[in-house]
């Protein structure tokens, strides 16, 4: 194997702020650790928690690199004594804590999965965040069944595309909201069975039609503020909101006597900061009951556009801009 070179290009956060703030760097090889492999990248995801991290409303969790990027795909080129389970050379897809927009990274092996023989690397990059996000809050936080109606908003969204494959293939009905009508023909060519233009429809009425006024069982909700007062109204009895991020901020004002009265419950979660134990039985579920699936195409990862590690700054934008339908990768 080629020696391993003394510095790598990496993106750096020089300050807080907006999308150029984003700057290539000359840096060392991040150092492995107990249970670590070091990984040359391939390509990386880019999610918003990278643009909430830019902007200083995420920091790194402690011990974590600083450099952004929670997801890659690349090839093992070194690992910890004490890792059994890789070899070198072996191509992986990698949950991270940070570090990912970098030509080399390191991941705890147990938060690695193979990458599945018939994707690309550009489409395995774009697998981990939003495959153990969606896996953890939907299927083992929320408790999903087959035959339950699942909603999910911002259907477009890496998450959203995520949410309407998975929640199919397990056998759920799948409502989503996005705010184009071309946004909702692509949620209903991904397999949701109702898709709502939240700028032209009313998403409670529409629901409350579709359900024939019975609700829905389980909102994956990444948007809160002024949408957790409707959101209340169209779950069913004993529906389950799970909360994991607030586009349109953390405060609401809401009638919360629909929680009591339909018997709801309400929760929420983050995965960056969390054990790597607990990512590790994520990890076990998804190669186990997911990872047959998308080998055999019945799910694939959603990419929208790739961008070269240097043009970080652009895919930001591009992000922010709300137009992604899918996910959006960085190549090194």
Known sequence: MTPLPKLMTAIEISEFGNPEVLKPVQIPLPKVESGDLLIKTYAAGVNRPDIMQRT???????????????????????????????KLGDKVTALLSGGGYAEYCTAQAAQCLPVPENLTMIEAAGLPETFFTVWSNVFDRGGLKEGETFMVHGGTSGIGTTAIQLA???GA?????SGTNRKTDFCTELGADLSINYKTQDFAEEVKSFTGGKGV???????????????????????RIVLIAVLRGPKIKANILPIMLKRLTFTGSTLRARETAFKADIAESLHKKVWPLIEQGKIKPVINKVFSLKDAAAAHRYL???ENMGKIILTT
């Open 56 to 86: 200083g409303m995420y920091p790194a969790p402690k011990g974590a690199s600083k450099i952004p990027g929670l997801e890659v795909s690349g090839e093992i080129v070194a690992m910890a004594g004490d890792v059994t389970d890789w």
């Open 168 to 170: 199919k293939a397990f």
């Open 173 to 177: 009905t799948v409502i989503t909201t």
């Open 320 to 322: 922010e801009s709300g």
């Open 217 to 239: 069982n389980l909102l994956l909700d990444m948007v809160a503020g002024d949408y957790m007062k409707k959101n209340f109204t169209v779950m069913a009895v004993e529906g």
